[in-house]
């Protein structure tokens, strides 16, 4: 299925994964304060949630293999669809509008991320959801970058 993709954000990373949880359960999440971090070291690849108070998150990941320190861009499709991209090279446009072409279809599904607030929270797993030792979470007005990047891929 083709998408259209719009720029929502960009998240710095260190290499540690990040939760994707309704912003309403953020607070159940004590990455610092509690070790939850700690949980995160036994997931597998083939884990996409994790337990988080009554419900879930969902885990997103950099690939260490791009960098383990660099910006992962988060697009949102019209569909409802999130990509968490973390590309590199020198045409960089070109390289995340790729990503984001690329075919789906033969991926495996993760779980769904259930929520009812209709806000998205999306911090390390390093820090606590609330509180002292929480991450800034930012709303962001989504601004269109999906033609840019098409063109870019198209001139290619």
Do not use: K
Request: net charge negative; glycine share 12%; charged share 25%.
């Amino acid at each position: 299925m083709r998408r259209s993709w719009v720029h929502i954000g960009r998240l710095w990373t260190n290499g540690e994964p990040f939760l994707a949880i309704d912003a309403v359960r953020r607070s159940g999440w004590c990455g610092y304060s509690n070790d939850d971090f700690e949980r995160v070291v036994d997931i597998t690849p083939e884990d996409t949630t994790i337990p988080v108070g009554a419900g879930r998150a969902a885990l997103a990941g950099g690939d260490g293999v791009v960098r383990d320190d660099s910006w992962i861009e988060v697009f949102q499709s019209d569909d409802g669809v999130l990509a968490f991209v973390q590309a590199s090279g020198p045409d960089y446009p070109r390289v995340l509008a790729a990503a984001l072409e690329h075919p789906d279809a033969d991926d495996d599904e993760g779980d769904d991320l259930a929520g009812g607030s209709g806000e998205l929270a999306v911090f390390s797993t390093a820090v606590d959801g609330v509180g002292e030792h929480s991450a800034l979470v930012l709303a962001s007005t989504a601004r269109a970058g999906a033609d840019r990047s098409r063109q870019t891929a198209a001139r290619a």
